[in-house]
């Protein structure tokens, strides 16, 4: 577990604004597919072997960044 380190580290939250009226204005499908989407382009820009993706649920994500670069990926 990262805070029983003194592993350098940085949690960054993501959450879609206006979720729920894209959801009912182009329907759940496409809404799944727009989650689904995201969470692959945060996959894309963090570093597979040091940092961390995780989907809380709905529309809301997080990262744990361990890579030097983390404000850019950002």
């Not at 496409?30 to 989407?37: A, E, F, T, V, Y």
């Not at 382009?41 to 809301?60: A, E, P």
């Amino acid at each position: 577990m990262l805070l029983h380190t003194d592993a350098d580290f940085h949690v960054a939250y993501f959450d879609l604004n206006y979720f729920k009226p894209y959801n009912d204005k182009y329907d759940y499908s496409r809404g799944d597919q727009l989650i689904i989407w995201l969470g692959e382009l945060l996959i894309q820009h963090t570093n597979k072997y040091s940092d961390r993706v995780g989907h809380i649920g709905g529309d809301d994500f997080v990262v744990i960044f361990q890579s030097d670069d983390w404000k850019l990926k950002c």
